[in-house]
Every structure is written in structure tokens, then in C-alpha cells.
């Protein structure tokens, strides 16, 4: 039996922990003896794991030069605690490029260290290029989400493998059994579910709605990565319109998705290049036209025109005239629907669990 260690920094609801989530799952059903480790601050996915758990301290603060340092220290924490528990033989999963502190003590205990890289945008960049320099020296293989994360981020002398994300089998299935609906209750509800970082898009989305608040037919729904205070300290000097409604975290995605006759994400293409697009495929499999960056990995999910739009965030008039567009259009929304619906089918529970458990059959 396998023994497997996986680690994770922040426990939330965003992509990376949602798919270690699944990775974990697919690790256990094949028989590997599991353990998490992961930041003491945070709530979120992998909170709904049947796993033994251990955490280290950590916590982010709103300056980010405190949180570096937070960072730091949790990293030291990390690696006293790994070099105590891995032993040589074993293997640790370090999820996403941060938590280098295990990739260390797993080097030195003799444990093999497989990277799961999701992210392209780290800053400061010294920090992103001391984070590359551990995995070469440490990593014994490198498991990318997409084909552009892997010639991005690829590192010489480390064997690479790309394994696109999958849904979760509970969703895939929630997801086909919902009919697209280009309207709502006679509404046209435009979603987007980002953390909230102006880099994701979020001003622009208000700015868009905004833009459309003279048309009654149009709703705005901004799903974000926070609690509720997080939320309210962001918008506090911002002037919102009345067609924008906004939630903070939410353990239950899909029922925006069934709400939603559009998703859009607009992540800065110069600021924070998507390398996969979760929300995306999630919105793909309810069947939902997306609009998405020109750039990075949601270009292998949607190609123009077909199952929804590639427009860069920056482009405002253009979002204008799309959304406004489908939005006036069922017939093209349907058959962009049907389509999406068809690309998303790729990306089964099956096809993830076995190329994940495929990368750690030779080690």
C-alpha cells in the first residue's frame, strides 16, 4: 500500500483545493493510505474529506507584506512537522507551487515529491523564482492542468505530465440533469464566481453591469471567494447598481449555475492568466454559453464563437455588445449551450481519476 502525503496552504473554495479534493478521493479508491496537511486558516472543500488530517499555522492578513511574512513562518512550521512525520519511501503531493517547506523535508527524509501545479501568476516574482528552483531540486515529477501551464511553467530536467481537471462525478451528474434556460423568471442572469481580487475581473464586472442597468431584462450575479465581511469592506466606497446582486462563499455552487444564463470570467490577461478555468468547465457541463480571456488555459475549453466567446476584461464595449447580444439571441444560446454541454462531457470523473492515479503508479 501506497502511503501518500498531500499538501495545501489555504482551505477555501477555489479551484486548487476543490481539485485536491478529487485527487485525494481518487488516491483512496485506489487503496493509497492518505493524509492531508494543510494551513490552519480557512474553511472550504477539503473540509468534506474522510481523511486524517494534520495543519500547520498559517493565516493571511489584509497587508500583504504581513501575510508574506506569515507565509514564511508557516513554511518553517510546515517543513519541522513533515520532516517528523514522512518517512523515505513515501510520496508528498505539494499542491500548487507555495508550499515549498514539504517539498524540502520530504527531499530530505528520502520521500519522492510530485508537484500539482495549477497557478502561472505568483508575485513578488523573486519569490516565484525561488518556488521554481525547489521543485528542480526537489520534485520528482510535475503534474500541470493544462497544456499551456505546462509549456509556460515547465521546468528542465523534471518529468512533466498534463492532467486536465475533472468534475466531480455529483456535480457532473447535477449538471446534465439541468435543462439551459436562456431566461429566468423573464430575466437574462449573467454569473461570475471569482475571488475577490481586483485581477479577477471584479471591478469590470461591476462596470459591466453597471453599463446595463438601463435594461430591465438583465440581472448581474458576482459569487465570490470571501465571507461576508470581506465582501462588505471591498464595496463600501463603491457606488453598485440595482441589477447586481452579491454573495460571499458558498459551499453549493450549483445552484447559481442552475440560475445562470451566462458565465463570464474576467481575469486580467496582463495581471493573472487563467491556466485552467474551473468555473468555466463547471458552467460548460450545466450546458451555459461562457465568455473568457483570450489567453492561457480557458482557450482549450472554449474556442470563439463556439461554445461561448474569447474577449480580453479590458475590452468593455465589446462585453457590452456581447452581453447584450446573446442576451437578445435564445437560438445562438441554445446552440452554443449544446455545445459546451458536448466539451465538457471530456472532462468526466472517470478520465480525471484515472490519469491522476496513473501519475503515481511508478513511484
Not at 501518500?4 to 478529487?22: E, I, T
Not at 500583504?64 to 518517512?87: D, P
Not at 439551459?180 to 485581477?199: C, T
Not at 447598481?241 to 453549493?252: E, G, I
Request: with cysteine; charged share 15%; net charge neutral.
Amino acid at each position: 500500500m501506497k502511503t501518500l502525503h498531500f499538501v495545501h496552504l489555504l482551505n477555501d473554495y477555489s479551484g486548487s483545493p476543490r481539485v485536491l479534493n478529487q485527487t485525494i478521493n481518487a488516491l483512496q479508491q485506489s487503496g493509497a493510505d492518505c493524509t492531508l496537511h494543510v494551513g490552519s486558516s480557512g474553511h472550504g472543500v477539503l473540509d468534506e474529506l474522510q481523511v486524517r488530517t494534520c495543519k500547520f499555522a498559517y493565516k493571511r492578513f489584509d497587508n500583504r507584506w504581513v501575510t508574506l511574512l506569515a507565509y514564511a513562518c508557516s513554511q518553517v512550521a510546515l517543513f519541522f512537522s513533515l520532516l517528523h512525520k514522512v518517512r523515505p519511501g513515501q510520496v508528498v503531493l505539494v499542491n500548487t507551487m507555495l508550499p515549498f517547506g514539504a517539498a524540502l523535508a520530504a527531499r530530505l527524509r528520502g520521500a519522492k515529491v510530485v508537484y500539482h501545479v495549477h497557478e502561472t501568476s505568483i508575485r513578488p516574482a523573486v519569490l516565484k523564482v525561488f518556488l521554481r528552483r525547489v521543485i528542480a531540486g526537489c520534485a520528482s515529477k510535475v503534474v500541470y492542468v493544462s497544456k499551456y501551464l505546462q509549456v509556460q511553467e515547465g521546468v528542465a530536467g523534471v518529468p512533466a505530465v498534463t492532467v486536465y481537471n475533472g468534475l466531480a462525478e455529483a456535480f457532473q451528474q447535477q449538471a446534465m440533469a439541468t435543462p439551459y434556460q436562456h431566461l429566468h423568471g423573464g430575466r437574462f442572469n449573467v454569473l461570475m464566481l471569482a475571488s475577490l481580487k481586483g485581477y479577477k475581473g471584479v471591478d469590470e464586472f461591476v462596470a459591466l453591469a453597471t453599463a446595463l442597468a438601463g435594461d430591465p431584462a438583465l440581472t448581474f450575479t458576482l459569487v465570490l471567494n470571501a465571507s461576508p465581511e470581506e465582501v462588505d469592506v471591498y464595496f463600501a466606497s463603491k457606488a453598485l447598481p440595482k441589477n447586481l446582486t452579491l454573495s460571499p462563499a458558498s459551499a453549493d455552487v450549483a445552484k447559481f449555475y442552475r440560475e445562470a444564463s451566462l458565465v463570464l470570467n474576467l481575469s486580467h490577461v496582463d495581471g493573472w492568466v487563467e491556466t485552467f478555468g474551473l468555473t468555466i468547465l463547471e458552467a460548460m457541463a450545466f450546458g451555459i454559453p461562457t465568455i473568457v480571456p483570450p489567453v492561457g488555459g480557458p482557450v482549450e475549453l472554449v474556442s470563439d464563437g463556439v461554445e461561448g466567446y474569447q474577449i480580453d476584461s479590458k475590452n468593455h464595449q465589446q462585453l457590452v455588445r456581447t452581453v447584450a447580444h446573446l442576451s437578445q439571441d435564445p437560438q445562438l444560446c441554445q446552440a452554443m449551450s449544446e455545445r459546451a454541454r458536448m466539451k465538457a462531457s471530456e472532462f468526466s470523473t472517470a478520465n480525471f481519476q484515472k490519469n491522476i492515479v496513473m501519475v503515481f503508479d511508478d513511484l
